[in-house]
């Protein structure tokens, strides 16, 4: 059973850059895509971007300027920066799998993790 | 992008109760339409991908309708535990986006 976890820094001043890692388990990183999806609170979910297992990125034109997402096939990682931060960055993060770029579901999530803004 | 809406917001419903819930994108998305149940504290879980395919593992009474711009979600006899909120997402294009959800409760 393929098992996601996120895993960071529950506190991020403002300004600063948000960094998360989300660790695999229970089947390979590679040949599938990966993606990091917020929830800000009281709101809906947003998708941020993918990266392939090969290292191939798209990402969310919202963010785009701010986001980097890479991965670590060694370690059966991936993770997100995001930089210059602001209080509406404040969300719970969640990776996710999927299988294609696009037309597929999102069938596999982490739990999530809450990562504040703030001073 | 494709914007995502969702009706209702919320409802109130009672164990054996037939619940439906809708889903309209802003545009044609073909079936490419995601249905996920969420709780709070677990990881998000698939029920229906391509508008009214059953990811393995869900419940049959749960079902899903629709092509174009307007889909459903259908919990056929609704149990305890599945008082939670119901999200749709459209994978048809980056980015994708996702409905505000539809927070189903007693």
């Known amino acids: 059973q393929v098992q996601l976890q996120e895993s960071g820094p529950g506190l991020v001043k403002p300004s600063e850059t948000l960094s998360l890692i989300c660790t695999v388990s229970g089947g390979s990183i590679r040949s599938y895509y990966w993606s990091w999806i917020r929830q800000p609170p009281g709101k809906g979910l947003e998708w941020i971007g993918y990266?392939?297992?090969?290292?191939?990125?798209n990402y969310n034109p919202s963010l785009k300027s701010r986001v980097t997402i890479s991965v670590d096939t060694s370690k059966n990682q991936f993770s997100l920066k995001l930089s210059s931060v602001t209080a509406a960055d404040t969300a719970l993060y969640y990776c996710?799998?999927?299988?294609?770029?696009?037309?597929?579901?999102?069938?596999?999530w982490g739990q999530g993790t809450l990562v504040t803004v703030s001073s | 992008d494709i914007q995502m809406t969702q009706s209702p917001s919320s409802l109130s419903a009672s164990v054996g109760d037939r619940v439906t819930i809708t889903c309209r994108a802003s545009q044609s998305i073909s079936i490419y339409l995601n249905w996920y149940q969420m709780k709070p504290g677990k990881a998000p879980r698939l029920l229906i991908y391509a508008a009214s395919s059953l990811q393995s593992g869900v419940p049959s009474r749960f079902s899903g309708s629709g092509s174009g711009t307007n889909f459903t979600l259908t919990i056929s006899s609704l149990q305890p535990e599945d008082f939670a909120t119901y999200c749709c997402q459209q994978s048809y294009s980056t980015p994708f986006t996702f409905g505000p959800g539809t927070k189903v409760d007693i």
């Open positions: 990266i392939f297992y090969s290292g191939s990125t």
């Open positions: 996710a799998r999927h299988i294609s770029a696009s037309g597929i579901p999102f069938d596999y």
